[in-house]
């Protein structure tokens, strides 16, 4: 092979390698930002939405404990046994154990290691 030839190749082959990183690079990019992050949804809103069903209500502390807490935008798997800091408005008649619930909950109160959050509102969830 001709010298020139062998510097044509090597240039192209150079060429593809850099397309190609510049190219994955750039659906990297385009992936992540249509990935919502409820973490800095929740930082810009200061409130969390969650799905759960009411399990009991402690009037001493005005606190209802709810099951099966989920994340309302994903509905991913429960979260387990939540002790939910009701508003004040909370009215625990409305709400017999049982009851499918949304909470909005406060975000900088969302307190993972101890199962608690403090809800802004708390409302009856419709199931179809």
């Known amino acids: 092979m001709k010298k020139g030839g ?3 190749l090597f240039s192209a082959s150079v060429g593809f390698i850099l397309v190609a990183v ?9 992936k992540n930002s ?3 992050d409820l973490r800095t949804k929740a930082v810009t809103r200061g409130i969390i ?11 001493e502390v005005n606190t209802l404990i709810v099951r099966d807490l989920k994340f309302a935008d994903t509905q991913g798997e429960s979260l387990g046994v939540w002790e ?4 004040p408005d909370f009215s625990p008649t409305r709400y017999p154990a049982g009851t499918p619930v949304i909470i ?4 900088a109160s969302f307190q993972v290691s101890s199962h608690t959050l403090t809800a802004a509102t708390v409302n009856k969830r419709l199931i179809n």
């Open 6 to 8: 062998s510097l044509l």
């Open 22 to 30: 510049l190219f994955s690079f750039v659906i990297d990019k385009s």
């Open 34 to 36: 249509a990935q919502t």
């Open 49 to 59: 939405n969650f799905y759960a069903t009411v399990d009991s209500y402690d009037d």
């Open 84 to 87: 939910i800091n009701a508003p």
């Open 104 to 107: 909005e909950g406060k975000a």
